[in-house]
């Protein structure tokens, strides 16, 4: 059976218990997946932490049918790509390929998620690789601040540890943890299997039920298991703390906790967070920073929308000497901004700028695609176009102030 939800995205319920959403479009490509809602926050013990992120490296190490060797070359051999990405709330598996080719991606997938052997003779490889990868972090704070600071800010959450995990967790990551990763979360219930190309929404759901019902039979997957949920997240006071790495700049993350992705505050949240530090070289953060007072050579802010909370930041690096000044300018924004949102032109600008960045975005396959699937998982469902157009448009100064106010007790981490 099926869903249509306007010009844009098709449900389909799979023989197998599976959600899957196809998008048609008049593109030379295609791009299929799933994704998990398994995500570094359903790590619910310390000796777990990293163990999503590690199945999300390993899963391309074997399976029943395929070597490694073979599950790279599978797509890439008629010029796709195999990609894969692990977020505080899921792990997502995708392809992107020339048109044509979706029946090779599909069984590929259902090998994936059915049929994963974790060798240990590749595990002991890819610890190294993951090892780096850490490293690579720790070598750069730009990037280690902002996970010390969503550690501290989700302090006594599952949300509140590193995706990457650490080196003496990954040691204990055997065959056997990353198979039982798999059989608590891969269940279909917890997955959305998505599709963006030129193939009908009908083909495709056939194409894909067919292998993922091949796949489930050989596996003889047992699809009626339950997952357990991460508990709450729980208060954590405001807190403004500098930690010394060496380095010759200070790394500045300021942040709140901030309504989730299901609040109505969501889509102003978003509106005055592009404002703020969007990727224009207008937003306030570049202007005030940079262009006016030439304090840092970049400035942006961001929003995470998660099921039950959001995470707003704002991230400089400037010399240590300029930090408490820059940290004032970045107040003074946020607490103008809720005594004086833009209104009449300044806010219609604001608006259209925001809109023709989602435009521009909307361009691209994998990022629709992906942010489709997201929704799905997180939501149950996609937002049409149009509708997310129109909360944007009739968005109010009053909207902006009172979702500026939400950011009024922010807290600082700087690694200087």
Known sequence: MSKKLPDIVQFFTLPTGHTLICMQARTPVGCFGFTVKGGSRF?????????????????????????????????????????????????TFYTIFPKGNLARAAQLLADLA??????????????????????????????LVFDEFE??????????HSILG???????????????????????????????????????????????????AMANVNVMRSVNEPAAITPVGRFAESKETGAHQAHTVIGARVP?????????????????GGPGMNSMLNTELRERRGLVYSADASLSLMADCGLFTAYFGCSPEDMARCCDITAHI????????????????????????LTVAAASLEHTTLSAAHSALITGKVQPGDQLRSEIETITPEQLSHAASLLSDASRLTLC
């Open 114 to 143: 059915y049929n994963p052997t974790f060798p240990e003779r590749e595990l002991a490889k890819e610890r190294e690789v993951v090892c780096e990868e850490i490293n690579s972090y720790l070598d750069s704070p730009a990037e």
């Open 334 to 357: 946020i607490n103008d901004l809720q005594r004086n949102p833009p209104s009449g032109r300044r806010l219609a600008a604001a608006k259209k700028q925001y809109l023709g960045q």
């Open 43 to 91: 790590e619910l013990t310390p000796e777990t932490h990293g163990l999503a992120h590690f199945v999300e490296h390993t899963i391309f190490k074997g399976t029943t049918h395929r070597r490694a060797y073979h599950i790279n070359s599978r797509m890439e051999a008629v010029g796709g790509e195999l990609n894969a990405f692990t977020t505080k709330e899921e792990i």
């Open 151 to 160: 550690n501290r800010i989700f302090s006594g959450s599952t949300l509140g």
């Open 166 to 216: 650490t080196e003496e967790n990954l040691s204990g990551f055997t065959s056997d943890a990353c198979k039982a990763f798999v059989n608590t979360h891969f269940l279909p219930s917890e997955m959305i299997l998505f599709y963006s190309g030129s193939e009908s929404p009908a083909h495709a759901c056939a194409t894909i039920s067919r292998h993922f019902n091949d796949m489930a």
């Open 260 to 276: 989730g992705i299901f609040s109505p505050e969501r889509t102003p949240l978003a509106l005055l967070t592009n404002i703020i």
